[in-house]
């Protein structure tokens, strides 16, 4: 019988985790809910998301989404962390067979009219095709990646408009 209900396995996962600091052009108010799943929609073009649970609910811990993926894959998302009062958001996406990823943005006002967001993607592999994005997800991938935040978002803050590339 397998230890504890769980079938052994040979397969061990890799992890990784990157942490970059972005300046935003709006205050802290305005910043903060753009990293909720619905706002993200408003700054990251092809952003998708569908809410599973609450529909039409509040924002809150529990909140659970999906996202597709290239080559037909689904991420299932959970907000793990919603504190308005720290500016702090995190969630857990799984996609199965492929990765476990915890996603934290915290925001801190700089001034009146600038925040800065700290964003750090903690991945782990749950098989080969995980090991490979954890593989791809190097420092130079990571940092180009979080600056196109940056300008989307930027320009969303500026134009009320999403960035189309």
């Known amino acids: 019988m397998p230890l504890g209900g769980f079938a052994m396995s040979t397969f061990q996962g890799k992890s990784i985790s990157r942490t970059a600091r972005i300046t935003l052009n709006g205050s802290i108010s305005e910043v903060f809910p753009l990293f909720e799943p619905v706002n993200e929609r408003k700054w990251a073009h092809g952003w998708d998301p569908t809410i599973i649970f609450p529909a039409g609910g509040p924002v809150n811990v529990g909140l659970v989404f999906t996202t597709d993926h290239d080559g037909g894959s689904t991420a299932i998302w959970t907000m793990i962390t919603h504190d308005p009062d720290a500016k702090l958001i995190e969630y857990l ?7 476990v ?3 934290s943005v ?12 700290q964003v750090t993607y903690t991945m782990t592999s749950l098989a080969e095709e995980g ?18 935040w940056a300008e989307g978002i930027n320009f969303y803050l500026r134009t009320g408009k999403t960035l189309v590339e």
């Not at 996406?93 to 990765?99: A, C, F, L, S, T």
């Open 93 to 99: 996406k799984v996609q199965p067979e492929v990765n």
């Open 101 to 103: 990823t915890r996603v």
């Open 106 to 117: 915290k925001c801190e006002a700089t001034d009146a009219m600038v925040t800065d967001a």
């Open 131 to 148: 090991d490979r994005t954890v593989d791809d997800f190097t420092d130079e991938f990571y940092s180009v990646w979080i600056e196109s």
